[in-house]
């Protein structure tokens, strides 16, 4: 007969690490999406290889003080659900208090941090989930964690890796919805020793889509807004002059946080139905606000997806939105000031 027996933590996290960190893009989406929620007004990401050598991520966020450092690396730990209730109106990126510790699992991780009351800094070191002990050190207000050797402990993903160029698309691709989903918030990224984006902060949000798409993108915005009372929508679509062979620049915000969605992009497509030549693809920017409990963000351990209660409603809403303003239009408006 064999015998039952229960995991040891460490395999735990480093299983848990096998849904939510895929590759170095996940690792980067995980710790961007932390800093948001730390409150930073400048988040810095830095990358090496790929991200397979290194990725650090700095903010200028709340921090931690060091007795609450080890509990960051712990599983199921987080500062985010005060409550038990909260988990039913989530209002940060993260709550489920799995990703540094399943990161730490898969890595050697090194955190520094210092919260704005601290005299001192804390810093915490993991290799493969082994912890050392918490030691002070020197460092400014706000979190660095930086990541080598990722899935040093696990060749079968390691060996998965793509080259190093493909690795810092999907990471350039995470930094660019985490930073389209923030304007407020300065975003640096370097790749190596070369800054591949200084993006100051902004409150115009067709400046942060021009930073990353252009002038031809972003002189084509046309801006959108519609408020059911429920459902908000604001941001843009572009004329249908300039448009994409494939559904990749369409950018779906709800509650700020990122998602893919397959029926609201059929309702962007329905939308633009008769403007486009079939296999264009409109291109959009979308941000959407809906009360939080019309919304379960928890079925996906990425939360790349999620789902409405009421999905039909909000495909109408994003459909209508868009007929509206098309038909209000000439195609051929811009972007005013303030936009
Ligand atoms: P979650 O984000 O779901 O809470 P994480 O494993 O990503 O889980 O992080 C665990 C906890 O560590 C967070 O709840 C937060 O309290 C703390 N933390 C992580 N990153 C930062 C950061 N950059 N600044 C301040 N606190 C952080
Ligand atoms: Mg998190």
Redesign the pocket.
Known sequence: MPIIRQLPPNLVNQIAAGEVIERPASVVK??L???V??G?QRIELLIEKGGTERIR?S?D????SAE?LP???TSH????LPDDESLFHVG??????????SIASVSHMTIR?RPADAAEGAELRIRGGIIDPVAPCGCPT??A?EIRNLFFNTPVRRRFLKTPQTERGHIVEAFTRLALANPRIHMVLTNGEKVVYDLPPTERWADRIEAFFGGEVSDSLISLESDDGQIRISGYACDPAVSRGNNRMQYLFLNGRFIRDRSLQHALGESYRGLLMSGRFPIAFLRMQIPPEMVDVNVHPCKLEVRFTDGGRIYSRVLQTLRHKFLSTDMTMRVGPGG
């Open positions: 995980e710790l999406e932390n800093s929620d730390a930073a991520v903010d966020g709340c921090g931690m609450q509990l960051a690396v730990a987080t500062s985010k940060t990126l993260g709550f489920r208090g799995e990703a540094l510790a941090s706000g979190t964690i």
